[in-house]
């Protein structure tokens, strides 16, 4: 093998060795500072939020608490009675700061301890705004920023633990190009209804803040629209049909509510048809009056949760009925009313001018013959009294 390439390649595995180390040593968090001695050798393992002490028979433990900052601002406090030789917060966010107490005798004498767990780094240098979203029923996708007063070289790991502190995964698949922003995750087989995620980071130049949060992984879920819609019609109706969304968390049929969207196609501005509300059932159709000829419509679907606001997007579109526009009704009734007033103007002024016309030219009366325009005389009768006259003249 050329010198060039040997040497290219034990680079490329310095590199990532460093990277492995740097990335191992980066899900470690910062160990706690102990401020003074301890008569009860109080120790606390942040990674399962574990308090543990010396245990002997002079030993008796009355209570430990923890005292918390929440995302909010507010303080929490956790307390448990009576342990046996331990005390485990789970899970206890930490990146804010804890404080944990400790209330025993020993030797029948009280003995109160108190200690301080610090996120350890330069402010500002942890990452922010951790966000996680399941979606398509079987991806997982986090995302986070880089925090204001990074350094040049951060690097930033995300690490995954149950509630009761057993590490669960490291990220399989980072997000982003030279700086870690985002983790993508396809095989939830491991991951519980509630995650403990943290973020931890590694520099050469100082030491970087971390980032904790615990996820309800049944509340993050991103529900898809639903799929299978189809639309069948008779003379008088039609029937929308669709199939329940796929999801990660279980969820029944009485889970899920819908919204269906049917508009006609090439609609005038403002006349968008309201959506209709379909309540959980078994079989999901909805039925509604469409009489042909119908003309050309497209119908979307949307899923929702009842115990929350969280929707889908909708659906692709799905066209059913006439493409042609046809002709609005109201143009229909306007030309239908035009052309009435016009006949019904056509015909008055016919009128009006005939009758000026019979006004101008009168009829002339015509010469009344008075035998022959009686009616009581009968011309049968009429033409033997002439032929009478005549025999005699002769």
Not at 209 to 232: G, H, Q
Not at 274 to 290: G, L
Request: aromatic share 6%; net charge neutral.
């Amino acid at each position: 093998m050329p010198m060039p390439c040997v040497a290219l390649l034990c680079q490329a595995l310095l590199c990532a060795a460093l990277l492995q180390a740097s990335g191992s040593k980066a899900q470690e968090l910062p160990a706690l500072t102990r401020g003074g001695a301890s008569v009860l050798n109080v120790t606390f393992d942040p990674g399962t939020w574990t308090l543990t002490w010396s245990c002997g028979g002079h030993v008796t433990v009355k209570s430990c608490t923890a005292t918390f900052t929440k995302s909010n601002g507010r303080l929490g406090r956790l307390k448990i009675p009576d342990p046996v030789c331990h005390c485990q917060f789970k899970p206890l966010t930490l990146h804010l700061g804890v404080t944990l107490e400790v209330n025993a005798t020993v030797n029948h004498m009280p003995v109160h301890e108190k200690l301080r767990y610090i996120n350890r780094g330069v402010e500002g240098s942890a990452a922010q705004n951790l966000t996680c979203f399941i979606h398509d029923a079987r991806v997982m996708t986090c995302t986070w920023g880089v925090g204001p007063a990074a350094p040049r070289d951060i690097q930033y790991f995300l690490h995954m633990r149950n509630t009761t502190g057993h590490m669960l995964m490291a990220c399989p698949a980072y997000l982003g190009d030279h700086v870690h922003t985002g983790c993508r995750l396809e095989d939830l087989t491991l991951l519980p209804h509630h995650v403990h995620m943290t973020v931890t980071g590694s520099s050469r130049m100082c030491d970087i803040m971390f980032y904790d949060i615990t996820l309800n992984t049944k509340l993050i879920e991103r529900l898809s629209p639903p799929w299978n819609i189809s639309v069948a019609c008779n003379s008088s109706h039609c029937v929308v049909t669709w199939s329940q969304p796929q999801t990660w968390s279980h969820m029944s049929f009485s889970d899920f509510r819908y919204e269906v969207d049917i508009q006609r196609q090439n609609a005038e501005p403002g006349s968008a048809n309201p959506k209709v509300c379909i309540s959980s059932e078994a079989e999901n159709r909805y039925e509604f009056p469409s009489p042909e000829p119908r003309l050309g419509h497209v119908v979307s679907v949307r899923a929702g949760d009842v115990r929350s606001d969280r929707w889908s997007a909708w659906s692709p579109g799905l066209a059913f009925g006439s493409e042609d526009r046809g002709v609005p009704m109201l143009h229909v009734y306007l030309t239908v009313v035009t052309v009435t007033l016009l006949c019904a103007l056509g015909l008055g002024l016919a009128c009006k001018r005939f009758v000026r016309i019979q006004k101008l030219f009168p009829k002339i009366p015509e010469i009344k013959d008075k035998i022959t325009d009686d009616d009581r005389v009968n011309p049968e009768t009429l033409r033997k009294d002439l032929l009478l006259q005549t025999e005699e003249a002769n």
